[in-house]
Nanobody, 125 residues
Framework: QVQLVESGGGLVQAGGSLRLSCATS????????VGWFRQAPGKEREFVAT????????YYETSVKGRFTISRDDAKNTVYLQMNSLKPEDTAVYYC??????????????????WGQGAQVTVSS
C-alpha cells in the first residue's frame, strides 16, 4: 500500500520561507514521477512543481519559478518543496503526489495516482 505523509506547513510572513516534506512508503520514489500541487479556498487544485523519474528533470509553475525548489532524498524516500520569498497568494493547502510507472512527470491532478493528506501553508501580508 502506497502512503504519502506530508509535514512542514504553517504560518509565515510574506518574504519568509518554509520547507514541506513528503515521506513515502510502499513505493520507491526514484522509479516514479513526483510532484507538488496546491489548492486555495474556492479554487481547483493546481500544479506547482514536478520532478521526473530518477530526478532527471524538474518543472515549475510560472509563478513559483525561481522561488520554489523541488528535491528528494532517495535514501529517505522523501520529496521536499523548499519555498522561499513567499507571497500571500501562495496561501493554500499543498499536496504531494506520485504518478504511475511509465509517466515521465506529473503536471496535472489527473496524472497523480497517490496523494498526501495535504499541508496548510498560510502567508500573511
Amino acid at each position: 500500500q502506497v502512503q504519502l505523509v506530508e509535514s512542514g506547513g504553517g504560518l509565515v510572513q510574506a518574504g519568509g520561507s518554509l520547507r514541506l516534506s513528503c515521506a513515502t512508503s510502499g513505493r520507491s520514489i526514484s522509479d516514479y514521477p513526483v510532484g507538488w500541487f496546491r489548492q486555495a479556498p474556492g479554487k481547483e487544485r493546481e500544479f506547482v512543481a514536478t520532478m521526473s523519474v530518477r530526478g532527471v528533470n524538474t518543472y515549475y509553475e510560472t509563478s513559483v519559478k525561481g522561488r520554489f525548489t523541488i528535491s528528494r532524498d532517495d535514501a529517505k524516500n522523501t520529496v521536499y518543496l523548499q519555498m522561499n520569498s513567499l507571497k500571500p497568494e501562495d496561501t493554500a493547502v499543498y499536496y504531494c503526489g506520485t504518478g504511475p510507472r511509465g509517466f515521465l512527470f506529473i503536471s496535472v491532478p489527473s496524472s497523480v495516482d497517490y496523494w498526501g493528506q495535504g499541508a496548510q501553508v498560510t502567508v500573511s501580508s
